[in-house]
Each structure stands twice: as C-alpha cells, then as structure tokens.
C-alpha cells in the first residue's frame, strides 16, 4: 500500500511540465500519472494553443481533483502517442512514389474537369 503516503508534484510544478511537453506527447515521460491525466482533461491542444479556461487557476483546480481521485484509488490509463521509427526513403524509392503521386493526381484533375 504505498500510494498511501504517495506525494505528487505542485499543482505549479505539473502546470509547468505540461506547458513544456504538450508539443511533444510521445517523447515525454510525465512525472506522476496525475500530471498528464490532468493535462489530458483540461486538453493538451488547449494548453497548447493557450485557449480561454486552459490556464493555471483552472489547471490547479483539476489537479486537486484529479490527485484526490488517484487517491481513492483511481488509475489512469496512459494514451500518449507512442514515437514512430523515422523511415528513410532512398532516392529510387522516392522517384516510385513521386511517380505514383503524379498518376494519382492526374486522375484527380480528369475527374475534377480540370
């Protein structure tokens, strides 16, 4: 039982690391499961885009609400985006699909009228 005497970050602290991360969900590893559970309800794009009800005094309020709830035993489930390998494309591959593309396109703009 050792979430009993489970301290989580400041409500400063966790706004902060979510204005930090928000820009990049599947590289970051959050703190506290609480930060990102709170950061997730008020709306990552929210925090991001610095939108009206997504700023410090509402992320406070959610954050007592939110670690008074994994308190009572509630567990979140993580839904970050996991990281994609990055592919390389080698320069025949590229001609392949530029050619492919073309095609595509040209089929587009004969359906369209154009």
Not at 8 to 27: F, G, I, K, M, T
Not at 32 to 58: D, Q, W, Y
Not at 66 to 75: D, I, L, M, Q, W
Request: proline residues 4%; glycine residues 6%.
């Amino acid at each position: 039982m050792n979430d009993l005497f489970e301290t989580y970050p400041s409500a400063a602290s966790a706004y902060r690391e979510v204005v930090e991360h928000c820009h990049d969900l599947a590289n970051w590893q959050p703190s506290h499961p609480v930060v990102f559970e709170t950061g997730k309800r008020i709306g990552i794009r929210a925090i991001r885009m610095r939108e009206k009800g997504a700023g410090a005094l509402s992320f406070k309020r959610l954050y007592s609400e939110v670690c008074n709830a994994y308190s009572r035993g509630e567990r979140f489930i993580d839904t970050k985006p996991k990281a994609q390998k990055r592919v390389v494309v080698k320069p025949q591959q590229r001609a392949e699909f530029n050619a492919i593309a073309n095609s595509n396109l040209h089929m587009l703009r004969a359906a369209l009228g154009e």
